[in-house]
């Protein structure tokens, strides 16, 4: 099974995939090893990180075992705005040959780092990632993710490369021509945003383009929330394997964990990364198996350490052996953020159960927005979902009957109820790179 | 015999009829009749033209979900209970109407009744037997040229 997920056109097998494969306990030893350097790194070069373990009387030297970790405080992405934009640097800016930043949607944006020994590693999770989708030397690697300061684009590109894959560095938009050369190219691996990807699907079918008639066999996608549902359509519209795969600026970018040929659960690169499961109220670690928020540490990061980084991802850890032979410990898909999380009349509501509740309707998940808004101080959720050909028909009753069984599934679900708008076809903005699922308008002007 | 019914979603909003009808407009397709239906917040146009395969083509290029239907359309005299005969004929047989609308042709004395049946196909064999005359697509645009 090793050989065969290595190979690549010629037989050879890429170095860095044997830490996918190492024996337990040799892992625990290398996470222990890296754990214990990460912590007086930060220690000895970060001054939030030194205070944090001040207060609390610790030293690095409390590191002794890998369950020790739980003595550190967490990081959380406010520490990153409020040392905007330098503060959490270990090394100094001579060393560091790179940076990145978040969007900054809202206030400032946070900022990474990276010295040449960080791109290195980035490079090799990323070719890991690149090598789990079944990717391998030869493959043509069409790279959609946007270039730019968004981790996302340069962070594939070195993987891929780091793999001996050819890439296009595309970057994101441009669908006509992302298209043209996907067919010209013969592109055999792509990568993006799954929610830029179905929009890629249906610019190809206006076009006349059978993707399922091309080379075009690996979809590599990340940087959002997706459905198994989404999945599927993906998969049988497009006529390649789909893949999920993590990560997040703060620790490195792309390249935290990935899925494998099994598509159970995303091998985490935790080598790399040491992974622990918490209660998001409580902070307090939970065992394995059980469903929490994902906290990251770098274990091998110089630029910029995390210690205990609070990702808001809610998962949980996979500790059975994977088919694919694969040591590493697997995370269930990231189904929601508490981050997406919105509360609406007292409930809490993730966008991914709308989802759920459309996809059990239609087959299909249809184009979607949810718009909060506040009306004489009351919350109001609307949910508009395009038209689709499946769904649509020429008798009013037909419709207000389509219509009322995807509100009834979503008030099933949510237990609110809410207001369903159904809109014409390609009128909600489609997304180049994260989609924009819920629009908040409760604070505007009221 | 069925005549091949374009329906449109739109939403019920100022601006939205316009569009698609300039679509076809501007491919120099002519309407020969049409009919809205709308609720508070959708509405559902409806058009028969002769080019059917043609402006449906050009609507669901231009982003629009197109549905084809097959509908009825009898000819009757234009004058007071004309649609009133045809219903009266129809009683008594069954035939589920989902709904219906009417023109008047520019030349002539008729009226042309489109009719959308559950079953169109049974709608024609009835509306036959008891004397009624439906008209295809030759026809009709026979009558109206």
């Avoid at chain 2, 043609?54 to 084809?68: C, I, M, T, Y």
Wanted: net charge negative.
């Amino acid at each position: 099974m090793l050989k065969e997920l290595w190979n690549d056109a010629e037989g050879g097998f890429h170095p860095a995939g044997a830490a996918d494969f190492l024996p337990e306990s040799a892992l625990r030893q290398v996470q222990l090893t890296r754990l214990r350097a990460v912590v007086s790194r930060a220690y000895d070069h970060v001054a939030l990180f030194r205070q944090r373990m001040d207060e609390r009387g610790l030293t690095p030297s409390a590191i002794q075992s890998l369950d020790d970790i739980r003595q550190l405080p967490f990081t959380v992405k406010t520490d990153l705005r409020d040392t905007y934009p330098f503060g959490l640097f270990a090394s100094p800016l001579g060393e560091v040959v790179r940076l990145h930043a978040s969007s900054g949607t809202t206030g400032k944006p946070i900022v990474v780092a990276y010295t040449r020994e960080d791109i290195a590693v980035w490079s090799e999770v990323m070719a890991r990632t690149f090598a789990c989708c079944g990717m391998h030397r030869g493959d043509i690697l069409q790279n959609a993710f946007g270039y730019g300061l968004f981790t996302g684009g340069l962070g594939a590109h070195y993987g891929a490369e780091e793999l001996g894959a050819t890439v296009v560095p595309v970057s994101g938009g441009n669908t006509d021509r992302q298209i043209m050369l996907i067919r010209d190219f013969a592109v055999s691996a792509l990568c993006c945003t799954p929610s830029y990807f179905t929009h890629l699907i249906e610019r190809a079918g206006e076009l006349g383009v059978d993707l399922r008639a091309l080379p075009l066999r690996i979809g590599i996608f990340g940087a959002e929330p997706w459905t198994d549902g989404m999945r599927d359509h993906i998969e049988a519209a497009a006529g390649i394997r789909a893949y999920d795969i993590y990560g997040l600026s703060e620790i490195i970018g792309p390249g935290v964990a990935s899925e494998c040929a099994v598509q159970e659960g995303l091998h985490l690169f935790e080598d790399h990364f040491y992974p622990e499961i918490i209660d998001p109220e409580t902070g307090e670690v939970l065992p394995d198996g059980a469903e929490g928020e994902l906290v990251l540490t770098t274990l091998s990061k110089k630029a910029m350490p995390m210690i205990r980084y609070r990702t808001r991802d809610i998962t949980s850890l996979i500790t059975e052996p994977c088919d694919c032979g694969r040591t590493l410990r697997r995370m269930r898909r990231i189904g929601r953020r508490s981050d997406d999380m919105f509360i609406i009349r007292g409930v809490n509501v993730y966008p991914s159960q709308v989802e759920a509740a459309l996809l059990a309707v239609e087959g299909t998940l249809p184009h979607y927005q949810i718009i909060l808004t506040r009306d004489q101080g009351l919350d109001q959720m609307a949910v508009e979902v395009e038209v689709t050909p499946e769904v649509f028909s020429d008798k009013v009753r037909a419709l207000e009957d389509v219509r009322a069984r995807l509100a009834k599934a979503i008030e099933h679900i949510l237990g609110i109820r809410v207001i369903l708008r159904l809109v014409e076809p390609r009128t909600i903005a489609r997304s180049e790179g994260k989609a924009k699922r819920v629009i908040d308008r409760r604070h505007e002007g009221t | 015999m069925t005549l091949q019914q374009l329906s449109l979603f739109l939403e019920n909003r100022p601006g939205r009829l316009g569009a698609p009808l300039e679509t076809i407009a501007n491919a120099g397709i002519n309407i020969l009749t049409l009919s809205l239906a709308d609720t508070a917040q959708f509405g559902i146009l409806r058009l028969i033209v002769r080019e059917w395969d043609r402006a449906k083509q050009l609507l669901e290029d231009a982003g629009w979900v197109v549905n084809l239907t097959e509908v009825v359309a009898v000819g009757v005299d234009d004058r007071p209970g004309g649609l009133a005969a045809v219903l009266a004929a129809l009683e008594g047989a069954e035939l589920n109407i989902e709904y219906m609308y009417a023109f008047t042709l520019r030349r002539g004395d008729k009226a042309i009744l489109v009719f959308r049946f559950e079953d169109p196909v049974r709608a024609i064999q009835v509306m036959k037997e008891r004397g009624l005359h439906p008209v295809d697509a030759e026809e009709l645009f026979n009558l109206t040229t």
